[in-house]
């Protein structure tokens, strides 16, 4: 049987350490990948940043459409985008009218 002494101890720790590193690092990950722009209305000196960003031609916006009509859908179509498609492309012009917008 293996003596007691300072070598379980410091394996125990190194785990223990380890094991919070990676939880550090999972959670700083997470983080910096979700919401990347959800909070910038809320958070002044972000959406300042942007605006100047945006004013300086810095910034390029790529969107696409979320839920268009396909031919044999049998769904009601407005310029080629359902219901849903339509309130989500309204949906994001007013949050980039807020959001770009001189107030």
Request: aromatic share 10%; net charge positive.
């Amino acid at each position: 049987m293996a003596k007691s002494g300072r070598f379980p101890l410091l394996y125990w720790t190194s785990i223990g350490l380890l094991v919070l590193m990676l939880a550090f690092t999972g959670w700083w990950w997470y983080r910096s990948t979700i919401g990347s722009c959800d909070n910038l209305l809320d958070d002044p000196v972000s959406r300042a940043h942007v605006q100047r960003m945006w004013q300086a031609g810095r910034i390029t916006v790529l969107m696409r459409h979320t839920d268009r009509c396909r031919d044999g859908d049998g769904q009601h179509c407005v310029d080629g985008l359902t219901a849903k498609g339509e309130t989500d492309a309204k949906a994001i012009g007013a949050g980039m009218k807020r959001l770009f917008s001189d107030n």
